[in-house]
């Protein structure tokens, strides 16, 4: 591998899925200005996630429809016969 291109600045992160509140512990370069108090007692930066492998109907294998701001009433009623 080629020196000097990989992050030097790796550090413990704590990734949580919003959408069901399962969170992990992990090593990351990513940046964050909220912390999280993990299960070990020490303090942690937090990376708020949409989804998870614990939420993306893919792993789960249930056929979940997500539908923010009501697109199948709205695609309804444009497309209802009058």
């Known amino acids: 591998m080629k020196q000097g291109i990989h992050p030097q600045n790796y550090r413990f992160v704590v990734f949580k899925d919003m959408s069901n509140g399962f969170a992990f512990l992990s090593k990351s ?48 009623k444009k497309y209802a016969k009058k």
């Open 29 to 76: 370069t990513t940046a964050s200005k909220e912390t999280i108090q993990w299960e070990d007692g020490n303090e942690y930066p937090l990376v708020k996630l949409e989804i998870s492998n614990t939420s993306h109907p893919f792993f789960t294998g249930k056929n979940v429809m997500l539908d923010t701001a009501g697109r199948i009433d709205k695609f309804k």
